[in-house]
């Protein structure tokens, strides 16, 4: 049961936006942030999944307004390029595979946290299903400069 567990394969609750269950799961592995369908609960309007929780097993729905973040946590910054953004510069970050890299700030933590590469993404127009554990890719036009892992989305 220990290695079910940690894979995300135990029950939980779904939750609405206030907090209040709603249903029911059989494990956090089965969604995906933004995901619509197969969530196996009924509303009067369309739900997504807006957030997973591993370490209470919860699965938290909302509209599809609740998915647009403006800003995100990053960690494991990798630098590819020796012309590397300065503070506070713009960028364009790309979020997932398919997604259009979009403008945004990058703003790294001073000592990284205790961990190297560490810091944040503010995006000048809202980006929908900022999804914890996703790569991000940061671009200066055409220029691959780097990437990370995005952490959280901080703002919704």
Known sequence: AGAAAAAGATAGAIVDGAGEAIGT??????F????????GVAAAQPLYVTALEPATNTVR??????????????TGLNWL???APGPAESVEAQIRYRHAPAPAR???EPDGGGAAG???????????AITPGQSVAFYRGDRLLGGARLARSISR
């Open 32 to 39: 995906t942030v933004g995901q619509r369908k197969g969530i």
């Open 118 to 128: 560490v810091g944040s993404l503010r995006f000048e127009t809202p980006q929908r």
């Open 25 to 30: 799961h059989t494990g956090v592995a089965g």
């Open 81 to 83: 390029s020796a012309d």
């Open 61 to 74: 729905v909302g509209p599809d307004a609740a998915l647009y973040s403006s800003t995100a946590r990053f």
């Open 106 to 108: 990058l703003f790294l």
